[in-house]
Structure formats: C-alpha cells, structure tokens
C-alpha cells in the first residue's frame, strides 16, 4: 500500500507498506511506478516526495533503486520520551 498527500505540484508519499511476507517481490516498486504515471498523466506534477528514518537503510536503499534522489536531511527534536530511548 502507498498513502500518498496529492499537492497541487507535488505529491508527499506519507506511508508505503508491504507485509513481510510479500518483500522483495517487487510490489512497492509497481505501486510506485504506477504513481510516477499518473503524476505524468496529470502532467502538472514537477515531483514525488518521501521521507523515512535514517537507519532505515533498506528503505533508502529501494528508493535509490527506484532513481529517487536524496535531498533533505530533516532534524528533529522531541519534547517527549519517543518510545524509543531517546529524549532531549
């Protein structure tokens, strides 16, 4: 699944998802491919951005397979415990 925010010159890919069991069968790749084309149809779509953690290098690794570039480095400082260990 991809769950995606349609701007009016770019689209958020806000969630992209496949069950365990489905990686790697190229699945995301098709659900993304099928997105780039309907922004090239519509045709006022300059791009299509995502965001994903930065140890996540499986997810950085499939978007640069996919000819996505990197472009942002986001900074984030929480105010509250995350869950994870982490607080200021």
């Given at each position: 699944?991809?769950?995606?925010?349609?701007?009016?010159?770019?689209?958020?890919?806000?969630?992209?998802?496949?069950?365990?069991?489905?990686?790697?069968?190229?699945?995301?790749t098709a659900l993304f491919d099928t997105l780039v084309d309907k922004g090239l149809q519509q045709g006022n779509i300059?791009?299509?951005?995502?965001?994903?953690?930065?140890?996540?290098?499986?997810?950085?690794?499939?978007?640069e397979a996919q000819r996505r570039t990197k472009e942002y480095i986001m900074y984030s400082y929480p105010l509250k415990d995350r869950g994870d260990g982490k607080s200021h």
């Open positions: 699944m991809i769950i995606y925010d349609c701007g009016p010159e770019n689209w958020s890919i806000l969630l992209g998802y496949v069950l365990p069991e489905h990686r790697w069968k190229g699945i995301h300059v791009s299509i951005n995502c965001m994903t953690h930065l140890n996540n290098l499986a997810a950085q690794a499939a978007f």
